[in-house]
């Protein structure tokens, strides 16, 4: 079980800091306007797709660790949620990643004692 939680926080720093760009960081937070829009163009809110896609990054990762797409899905769901409320000011940055390796943690709890 060792091996599954290095996997889960190894990919877990890899989706959230190596693969997450600029652009994503700040385009999944609604409270923020993107600085890339040209001159004239009409603002149109993409952070739904910025957060989802980034959410979908990491539920691929644990699936892909685990093998399990339950898993892989909760993953995608608690990781929107859970950036979502960072981007809301509801919780800090170390909250935040406190509850994302809370997640990975109760996964492999999961694995040895329910399945």
């Known amino acids: 079980m060792l091996l ?7 990919g877990h720093a890899i989706a959230d ?10 385009g999944k937070n609604r409270n923020k306007k993107p600085d890339y829009i040209p001159a004239g163009q009409k603002f149109i809110a993409c952070w ?10 990491h539920g691929g990762v644990v699936f892909l660790a685990t093998g399990m797409l339950s898993l892989g899905i909760a993953e995608t769901i608690l990781h929107w949620l ?10 800090n940055p170390h909250q935040d990643q406190a509850l994302h390796m809370l ?3 109760f996964y492999v709890i999961i694995i040895i004692f329910i399945i």
């Open 82 to 91: 859970i950036d979502f409320i960072k981007c809301e000011n509801w919780t």
């Open 48 to 57: 739904p797709y910025w957060l989802t896609s980034h959410a979908l990054i």
């Open 103 to 105: 997640c990975k943690v």
């Open 17 to 26: 800091f190596a693969m997450q760009s600029d652009a994503m960081s700040k």
């Open 4 to 10: 599954l939680i290095f996997k889960l926080l190894f």
